[in-house]
């Protein structure tokens, strides 16, 4: 079974700054998909970025970037020059075709940009 | 174009009934899932759907729930016999595709379940 972890329970950062948020992952499949969704107070999850294993190069979204490690099953998401409305909470989830491709989510960072 | 449509967007209702949650997915999806969020948690993946039939049903809890599709279109999650810890929010995503290729899934806004 494949778990996903977020250690990283709240975070906060101030406006403009750049913060990073931290996702550990467990599979023993070789062909996978990694993403990042926000999912702000009207609890709608967007997605915010998507990451193909097969693919060496971190996946970049405007001001959002993933750092994928794949041999350490490590896959971080940068958010650079935070704005007021980046706050929400971050889901890091996993999925492959072992599991129909439905997605296995971490716990969630709850994210507060500051003024 | 429309985006995938849950109703209700809210429902009370009191232990021991049944519920019904219906899920509109994007046109032309062939794939859907079920998937519920208890407050403050992650997503717990329940049911998945290629076109209308189910392959996936490992994530559904008890078999109190059950869930349908039709015409590739529709789907309807139901809970009998409903208790407190039923209480969450249900939410739909649909894909343009299951088992081939990646797997962008579009969320609904969910359905907040409440049971007294």
């Known amino acids: 079974a494949q778990t996903v972890t977020q250690s990283q329970p709240e975070m906060s950062v101030q406006e403009a700054e750049t913060v990073t948020l931290s996702c550990t992952y467990d599979?023993?499949?070789?062909?996978?998909?990694l993403f990042w969704y926000k999912q702000p107070p009207s609890r709608q999850m967007i997605l915010v970025i998507r990451?193909?294993?097969?693919?060496?190069q971190n996946a970049t979204e405007n001001r959002f970037s993933v750092n994928f490690q794949k041999a350490a099953k490590s896959f971080s998401l940068k958010i650079s020059d935070s704005q007021l409305g980046d706050t929400a909470m971050y889901f890091c989830?996993?999925?492959?075709?072992?599991?129909?491709?439905?997605?296995?989510f971490g716990k969630g960072t709850s994210l507060l940009v500051t003024p | 174009g429309a985006g995938v449509s849950q109703s209700p967007s809210n429902k009370v209702t009191e232990k021991g009934k049944d519920v019904e949650l219906r899920c509109d997915p994007i046109?032309?999806?062939?794939?859907l899932y079920w998937y519920r969020q208890r407050l403050g948690q992650g997503l717990e993946f329940l049911i998945y759907?290629?076109?209308?039939?189910?392959?996936?049903k490992s994530g559904l809890p008890s078999d109190r729930f059950s869930a349908e599709r039709t015409g590739e279109s529709v789907s309807t999650l139901t809970i009998q016999r409903t208790q407190q810890e039923d209480s969450a929010v249900y939410l739909c995503?649909?894909?343009?595709?299951?088992?081939?290729?990646?797997?962008?899934?579009?969320f609904g806004p969910g359905t907040r379940l409440t049971v007294l």
């Open positions: 995503a649909s894909s343009p595709r299951g088992l081939a290729g990646s797997n962008e899934q579009f």
């Open positions: 990451q193909e294993a097969y693919k060496q």
């Open positions: 759907f290629q076109g209308n039939s189910a392959p996936d």
């Open positions: 046109s032309g999806h062939t794939a």
């Open positions: 599979t023993s499949e070789n062909n996978y998909y």
């Open positions: 989830a996993f999925t492959g075709p072992n599991s129909g491709y439905a997605l296995n």
